[in-house]
C-alpha cells in the first residue's frame, strides 16, 4: 500500500498493480538555476549531435533535449541520473515557467490530503501517462544512439554477448561510438568553457594531466559456469595498482604501473592450471576487479613554480574496456579541449599511458604540438647535471 494507491487498486488498463508513490522532491528550482542549465546545454552542441526526435506510433514522448535537461537537473538536485528521478524532478520540483521553458505540461501531480478514491485514482494515472512518455522518449534516444541495442536488463549468453561486444568494437561503427563519447565531452566541458571566459583559469599554463581510474558498475563479471554474460557487456578486469614485478638480482620491486589487462583478456575467463605456492604469492598483491576503465584529463602544471589558483574540473573523460589502447582513448580525452583552444605545452601521464606504442601516442602529440613528460624510476636515471634550470638527465 502506497500515498499514491493506499487500497492497493490495480491499473484499470492492464490489471496490473500502480507504481509506487514518487519521492517528490521537497524544494522546488528556481527559474534562474534551470535557464543556466538550459543555456548551457543549448550552447554546447549537444542538440545538434543528438538524432532526431520523430513521432512514432503510440503516446507522444517528449523532447530529447527536456529529458536530457531533466535528468541534469536531477543530478542538481543531489539525487541521481536515473530516468525516474528525472521525471520526479520535471514535474514536480519545476515552477509553472520553467516547465514552460523546458516543454514539460504543467500538471497537477500532487495528492491532496483527504482526497477521494476517484480523485486519487485519476493523478494517479496521469502520473502513470506521464511517467511513460518520458521513459518512451529516453528509450527511443538511447536506442538510436546504441551502436547494438538490445534489452540491457535481460541475461545474455557469452555467445549473443560477444556479438554485441564485436559491434561494439566493428568498424563501421566507431562513428556512432565516437558520437557518444563527444556528446558526453561537450556536456562536460560547457561549464568549464564558461568559467574559462570570465577568467577562472588565468593563472592555468595551460598543461594536461590524463590518468586512468576504475569505475565500478551495477552487473556482476561473466559467468562462465553457467553461460551466462554479464549486464555490463563492455566492462571488464581492472588490475588496480598494476603487478608487483620483482627485478634484477637484488629482489627490489619495481614501481607498479596501473596498465589493466592485455588486450582481448578483458572477458575471457581464467583457465584452470594448477600453480604453485610462488605464483600464487606472486598474484596475491594483483587486485583484480570487474569495472570500466575511465581516463580522464584535469588541468596541471609541469612545474611547481608553474602552479597558480585555477580550478580543479575535469577537462575530458573516455569511459572504455580496461587494458584496451590507453593512447588513443587518452588523445580522445583531451582532444575536446585542445580544439578549443584550452591545452598547450606539456602533456602528463603516468607509465601505464607513456609507454604506449609511439605511432598511437607520441607522434600524435607531437603532431598537436604537445611534450609529453614522463618520468623513470630513480634507479635508472643518470643525473648529469642542472643547464638554466633543467635537469639533465640520461635514461
Given at each position: ?40 546545454v543549448r550552447h554546447s552542441g549537444v542538440l545538434e549531435r ?262 580543479a574540473v575535469c577537462l575530458g573523460m573516455i569511459l572504455r ?12 580525452a583531451i582532444q575536446p579541449a585542445f580544439e578549443r583552444g ?54
Open positions: 500500500m502506497s500515498r499514491k494507491n493506499p487500497e492497493d487498486k490495480p491499473c484499470r488498463r492492464t490489471g496490473l498493480a500502480l507504481r509506487p508513490a514518487p519521492q517528490a522532491p521537497g524544494r522546488t528550482l528556481s527559474d534562474r538555476i534551470v535557464r543556466q542549465v538550459f543555456d548551457l543528438l538524432p532526431s526526435n520523430e513521432h512514432r506510433p503510440g503516446p507522444k514522448g517528449f523532447p530529447f533535449r527536456t529529458v536530457l535537461i531533466g535528468l541534469i537537473l536531477s543530478q542538481y538536485m543531489g539525487k541521481s541520473a536515473n530516468i525516474n528521478d528525472a521525471w520526479e524532478t520535471l514535474f514536480f520540483a519545476l515552477s509553472p515557467g520553467s516547465k514552460a521553458l523546458l516543454d514539460v505540461p504543467d500538471v497537477d501531480l500532487h495528492i491532496r490530503e483527504g482526497a477521494t478514491r476517484e480523485e486519487i485514482d485519476r493523478v494517479a494515472h496521469h502520473q502513470y501517462a506521464t511517467s511513460k512518455r518520458v521513459y518512451r522518449s529516453w528509450s527511443s534516444m538511447t536506442r538510436r544512439l546504441d551502436p547494438a541495442p538490445h534489452d540491457r536488463r535481460k541475461r545474455l549468453s557469452l555467445r549473443e554477448a560477444k556479438k554485441i561486444r564485436r559491434k561494439w568494437n566493428a568498424r563501421d561503427n566507431q562513428d556512432t561510438v565516437r558520437n557518444l563519447e563527444v556528446i558526453a565531452q561537450d556536456l562536460i566541458l560547457a561549464p568549464v568553457m564558461a568559467s574559462y571566459r570570465r577568467g577562472d583559469f588565468a593563472r592555468w599554463p595551460g598543461h594536461i594531466a590524463v590518468d586512468d581510474t576504475p569505475v565500478p558498475v551495477w552487473g556482476k563479471e561473466p559467468d562462465y559456469h553457467q553461460d551466462r554474460a554479464s549486464l555490463e557487456i563492455t566492462a571488464g578486469m581492472y588490475v588496480k595498482g598494476g603487478t608487483q614485478k620483482k627485478s634484477g638480482p637484488s629482489g627490489k620491486a619495481a614501481a607498479s604501473t596501473n596498465t589493466g589487462t592485455p588486450r582481448g583478456t578483458a572477458n575471457k575467463p581464467v583457465p584452470r592450471k594448477s600453480k604453485s605456492g610462488k605464483e600464487k604469492k606472486a598474484k596475491a598483491s594483483e587486485k583484480r576487479e570487474f569495472r570500466y576503465a575511465m581516463m580522464a584529463a584535469f588541468p596541471g602544471h609541469g612545474h611547481g613554480d608553474l602552479a597558480g589558483a585555477y580550478p574496456t580496461p587494458g584496451t589502447e590507453p593512447g588513443p582513448a587518452a588523445l580522445r584550452l591545452v598547450k605545452d606539456l602533456f602528463c601521464a603516468d607509465r601505464g599511458i607513456t609507454q604506449a606504442k609511439p605511432h598511437n601516442l607520441h607522434l600524435q602529440l607531437l603532431k598537436l604540438g604537445l611534450n609529453a613528460v614522463k618520468h623513470y624510476n630513480d634507479d635508472k636515471v643518470d643525473r648529469q647535471g642542472e643547464f638554466r634550470g633543467m635537469q639533465l638527465v640520461g635514461g
